[in-house]
């Protein structure tokens, strides 16, 4: 089996539910855990690689004053600390993860950027504990790839968004235009003879493809969904540095590693470093990445057509105010 469409066709199998899947969510909560210490060492450097693609994010948002923001296994928090001055001052963030320590990281990181109107909850993708149409925004940075069954997770966000709320998400791409990670991806299945991820966990490149992802949403009742590709470069100085992020970020991917005799693990590094030398250049290793950006939003009732970003009808304009009033008035309770 490939890396492809990893959680599709384990949902396809039944497995995500029952016995099978509860176990498999508590080995995947657990591992995102353990790994919460890297996303903590190099929050920073993964918000400065991906900064082009949070701003892309956030404008496909449409984040506007008194908005109340959902950001969904948010890891150390990026999009969502990049969400809260838009939002300002009266709107809300909710960063949320489903590994408490992650949402331990990004409170701290809120904490230091002076953020008054961010919160931290622990919140499972697949079943979102909060009221239906609790927000106006949902996001979701390379994370819904990364559930077992994306299609739940996906309906679940529509129940949480308000009609007229919005969706911006990003996932990995092809994973042969991303070899940042490919590469260490083909070094562990060649040592080991075995595909990685394994088959039945869902892996970064488990909704590369667009039209995949589109459907996703659109089967999850969201309308006007939009999905487009944007280059997600990686650079490093050296092997070393890209190996050691790699190892500290990829949960998957420590787990394995970690579990290896010091002899297959030097060898999967060994394989690894050969992989890296077409990326090879004077500055160090530059890796080309391709990141999936989607939106979608929850269609108001009332609304008959489609609006586009351009030029809003006066009925969605309507919605859009009806919104954003109740969001005001939560507030000032």
């Not at 995947?28 to 996303?39: C, D, K, P, R, S």
């Not at 409170?107 to 002076?114: K, N, P, Q, V, W």
């Not at 488990?206 to 487009?228: F, K, P, W």
Request: aromatic content about 4%.
């Amino acid at each position: 089996m490939q890396a492809t469409s990893i959680a599709h066709q384990t949902y396809e199998k039944g497995r995500t539910e029952g016995p099978a899947g509860d176990q498999l969510r508590r080995q995947l909560h657990q591992m995102w855990a353990e790994v919460a210490g890297g996303w903590a060492e190099y929050a920073d450097h993964v918000d400065e690689r991906s900064a082009k693609l949070t701003h892309t994010m956030l404008e496909r948002a449409a984040l506007a004053p008194g908005d109340r923001v959902l950001e969904l296994a948010c890891g150390p928090g990026g999009a969502g600390l990049q969400a809260a001055s838009r939002v300002a001052p009266d709107g809300e963030v909710v960063l949320s993860d489903i590994a408490a320590e992650m949402t331990a990281i990004a409170s701290a990181r809120a904490h230091e950027l002076g953020l008054t109107n961010v919160i931290t909850r622990v919140l499972d993708l697949e079943r979102i504990d909060e009221a239906d149409g609790a927000y106006d925004i949902v996001l979701c940075r390379e994370g819904l790839m990364l559930v077992p069954d994306p299609a739940r997770a996906a309906r679940e966000i529509r129940r949480v968004l308000r009609p007229g709320g919005r969706l911006a998400l990003a996932v990995w791409g092809p994973r042969e235009r991303n070899p940042w990670l490919g590469v260490m991806f083909d070094a562990i299945s060649a040592q080991l003879g075995c595909p990685v991820p394994p088959a039945g966990i869902p892996g970064p490149f488990s909704l590369q493809d667009a039209d995949q992802l589109s459907s996703l949403l659109a089967n999850a009742g969201l309308s006007d969904v939009e999905v487009s590709k944007t280059p997600v470069p990686l650079l490093a100085h050296s092997f070393e540095e890209w190996w050691t992020a790699r190892c500290a970020l990829a949960g998957p991917l420590t787990k394995i590693l970690s579990s290896l005799t010091e002899d297959a693990a030097q060898a999967i590094r060994d394989r690894a470093h050969e992989g890296t030398k077409p990326h090879a250049t004077p500055a160090g290793l530059e890796f080309p990445g391709v990141a999936l950006i989607a939106s979608a939003m929850r269609r108001e009732p009332c609304e008959q057509t489609t609006p586009t970003r351009e030029s809003p009808t006066p009925l969605a304009q309507i919605c859009r105010s009806r919104s954003a009033t109740a969001t005001r008035r939560r507030f000032s309770r």
